[in-house]
Nanobody, 123 residues
């Protein structure tokens, strides 16, 4: 059974940085594409960033240049480094996984989801 556990969320001020982590209980983690999505109150869930099993990445337009996704296959963990945070980055951030996939940007491409971690950015 695949489990994804997010951590690192919290309350920060605009302009601050934060790093989210997602620990995956996947035996063959290196073969999985991983992604971060987010959902703000009253809005649909959207892609933040994704990284393929081979390391290729893609980003949502609103975070391009500010956020960085990375993975450590030895630790079965994917990270999201968030810099220059804005109020509009406030959301619940979810980790997702799919086996052998490319770094897709659609929710339907992912098979496993974490419970989410809250990120709140105050001005």
């Amino acid at each position: 059974q695949v489990q994804l556990v997010e951590s690192g969320g919290g309350l920060v001020q605009a302009g601050d940085s934060l790093r989210l982590s997602c620990a995956a209980s996947i035996r063959t983690f290196s073969t999985y594409a991983m992604a971060w999505f987010r959902q703000a109150p009253g809005k649909e869930r959207e892609i933040v960033a994704a990284i393929s099993w081979s390391g290729g990445s893609t980003y949502g337009d609103s975070v391009q240049g500010r956020f960085d996704i990375s993975r450590d296959n030895a630790k079965n963990t994917v990270y999201l480094q968030m810099n220059s945070l804005k109020r509009e980055d406030t959301a619940i951030y979810y980790c997702a996984a799919r086996k052998y996939g490319v770094a897709g940007s659609s929710e339907s491409q992912y098979d496993y989801w974490g419970q989410g971690t809250q990120v709140t950015v105050s001005s």
